[in-house]
Structures are given as structure tokens and as C-alpha cells.
């Protein structure tokens, strides 16, 4: 596989991960955290990051924007509910540290 078709394919696997997400509100991100140490934030973080790294500056804003499909004040405010008591505890299990 040439170099040129992997980095099409990785782009596109991203797209789908991207979307899936979008299309999951109802997953909140501290479970996201807890089950796979990522979250949607942690994806417009390393956009960000990589655009960086070439060069390219975006902020914060911009990149959570990529990864929401909104700005990303607007879908907490829709979407993101109280971190329940089960998923502080989950949470902390996995990422003491945090």
C-alpha cells in the first residue's frame, strides 16, 4: 500500500470516528475517558497539536469546533449533562492522577 493511499485511509477512518461521535451525543466524554482514555476533546487537541507541528495554527475553539460540528459551548449546553456520582468514580479509578 503506498503512503499517499494509507494517509487517505487513516483521513477517512478518522471522518468516521469524528462522525460517529457527533452522531453519540448522548456518550459523555468522562465516559469516553473512562472506558478509552480519550475523549472529544482530546481529539481536537491532537488536530490541534498536529496542525501545529506542520505549522498551521488553530485554537482551541477551532479545533473542538472540528471535532463537535458546533461551536463546542453550544453542545455542552445541549448535550452535556452532570457527571453522575458512578461516573466521578469511574473516572478516578482509571486516572487517579487526574
Not at 500500500?1 to 487513516?10: A, F, V
Not at 469524528?18 to 480519550?38: C, K, T, W, Y
Not at 473516572?91 to 487517579?96: E, G, S
Amino acid at each position: 500500500m503506498s503512503t499517499d493511499t494509507q494517509t487517505e485511509l487513516e483521513a477517512a477512518a478518522f471522518r468516521r470516528l469524528r462522525d460517529h461521535l457527533r452522531e453519540r451525543p448522548e456518550v459523555q466524554n468522562i465516559e469516553l475517558m473512562s472506558l478509552a482514555g480519550f475523549c472529544r476533546n482530546c481529539l481536537a487537541r491532537w488536530y490541534r497539536e498536529e496542525a501545529a507541528a506542520r505549522g498551521i495554527t488553530i485554537d482551541d475553539p477551532a479545533a473542538r469546533e472540528l471535532i463537535y460540528g458546533m461551536p463546542y459551548e453550544q453542545w455542552k449546553a445541549q448535550h452535556q449533562r452532570e457527571a453522575t456520582t458512578e461516573q466521578q468514580a469511574a473516572f478516578q479509578a482509571r486516572h487517579p492522577e487526574q
